[in-house]
């Protein structure tokens, strides 16, 4: 299970850092992956880590948000910098290659 969290109501150049916290799975062993779905959008990929460490960015989020990982607390998090009224969206963490339950996600609300 991968749960989603740290979201909230943040203006327009702001900064929020989400979690994504994992059980019965070890984060360090598989590619893990950040989501978002804006409302009336479809669900769209942001970022991901793979077990190697290696990180991948989506073009619109490329130089804002850093992906990392913390394998003690079997944690990987999504640091947003500069945020923008268009990152409005339900963040989600799941398995790249073995996607599992979606789970509820968490709302970032960025205010202009």
């Known amino acids: 299970q991968l749960q989603a969290s740290g979201g909230g109501l943040v203006q327009a150049g702001g900064s929020l850092r989400l979690s994504c916290a994992a059980s019965?799975?070890?984060?360090?062993?598989?590619?893990i992956g950040w989501y978002r779905q804006a409302p009336g959008k479809e669900r769209e990929w942001v970022a991901l880590i793979n077990a190697g460490g290696s990180k991948n960015y989506a073009g619109s989020v490329k130089g804002r948000f850093t992906i990392s990982r913390e394998d003690a607390k079997n944690t990987v998090y999504l640091q947003m910098n500069s945020l923008k009224s268009e990152d409005t969206a339900v963040y989600y963490c799941?398995?790249?290659?073995?996607?599992?339950?979606w789970g509820q996600g968490t709302l970032v609300t960025v205010s202009s």
């Open positions: 019965g799975s070890t984060v360090s062993s598989n590619a």
């Open positions: 799941n398995l790249v290659f073995r996607p599992i339950s």
